[in-house]
């Protein structure tokens, strides 16, 4: 009998460079210079984004039927309240806070082993610093332009409503000028820089989290008074993902620079007085680029062939640390 040699092992796939994906800056428009133009949706946006918007009342519109056919079947349920056991809602103790459930009911933190896991939830992360007047705007209008911003942050980043493709409550806080100028973006897909969109509804879980600063200053172009406000922030996204995956890959991690401005009310017309967004530029860490070219946003973890070897999400680099530079490493 001839001996056969042996086989050389074979060796896994590569697993894949870490997701880090530069989304270009792109400054608007010269202030009130260029002629305006209007983007309309297209019809797959619209389809989109009513699939994605009611998706969630038409489950609650079937849990909804079969309840009435339940009641309607005899099905009747009743409680039995034990003699003695009468303490009061006082007297109940508080029951321990615990980590949302995974898709197959086990506790799980989705932040943890992630540099986030430190991070504040993030509307509480939104945080202006106190207003006092600069330059020609005086300390209530400085307080007025902080609070659109941290509004317009909060719409564009953490909101529902954004995340399933709306994005006119972000939209409305503008300027109206700027407001139909902006509407262009969340067709081009060019709206990453400053607003986030999910790719999967059922595996995204709600509780972003967030870093960051903010700072500001009085300025001028064109003859226009300008009140600026700069933002740098980190966001955290946690997916239900796979349980065998890795510590930190359940969460993708977003962050940009958004450049703000708010002219003077005696120095435009009535249309471009509020906010505008006048540059923006983002990075992002462990997002699949697939959904990220097309404007949606979806973690990259995935399993490796039949042996299902778990494949980390990469080194993120700097992009959680506000004090470093923001990673520059692109994929997509």
């Not at 792109?26 to 918007?53: I, N, Y």
């Not at 870093?211 to 996204?237: C, H, P």
């Not at 980390?312 to 520059?328: R, S």
Request: contains cysteine.
């Amino acid at each position: 009998m001839e001996n056969t040699p042996p086989r050389e092992p074979i060796d896994p796939p590569a697993p894949p460079p870490a997701a880090v994906a530069q989304v270009n800056p792109v400054q608007l428009p010269e202030w009130l210079r260029s002629a305006q133009t209007e983007h309309q949706p297209t019809g797959w946006d619209r389809v989109r984004f009513f699939s994605a918007r009611h998706n969630g009342a038409l489950l609650l519109g079937l849990g909804l039927v079969l309840a009435l056919l339940m009641v309607g079947g005899g099905v009747v349920l009743v409680g039995r309240v034990a003699d003695g056991v009468r303490a009061s809602a006082s007297a109940s103790p508080t029951p321990s806070p615990t980590p949302p459930l995974s898709r197959v009911g086990e506790p799980r933190d989705l932040f943890a082993g992630s540099p986030a896991a430190a991070f504040a939830p993030a509307e509480e992360a939104v945080r202006m610093p106190a207003a006092k007047g600069t330059g020609p705007f005086t300390a209530a209008q400085v307080r007025t332009a902080l609070e659109s911003v941290r509004k317009a942050l909060i719409e564009s980043r953490v909101d529902a409503s954004m995340f399933m493709g709306d994005p006119e409550p972000f939209l409305s806080l503008l300027a109206p000028d700027a407001r139909e100028r902006s509407r262009g973006d969340f067709t081009n897909g060019s709206f990453l820089r400053y607003a986030t969109r999910m790719a999967s509804p059922s595996e995204w879980d709600f509780g972003v989290r967030a870093d960051g600063r903010v700072s500001y200053r009085a300025t001028r172009q064109n003859d226009v008074r300008l009140l600026e406000v700069s933002t740098e922030f980190v966001w955290a996204y946690p997916f239900d993902v796979d349980l065998r995956a890795p510590a930190g890959a359940t969460v993708v991690a977003l962050r940009d620079r958004v450049v703000w401005q708010v002219p003077h009310p005696d120095d435009v017309p009535a249309s471009a007085r509020g906010l505008w967004i006048t540059s923006a530029e983002a990075v992002t860490w462990n997002a699949d680029c697939a959904q990220l070219r097309e404007g949606w946003v979806q973690e990259q973890f995935w399993m490796a062939d039949v042996h299902r070897d778990q494949i980390p999400a990469g080194d993120p680099g700097t992009i959680f640390d506000l004090d470093a530079p923001a990673p520059t490493t692109t994929r997509c």
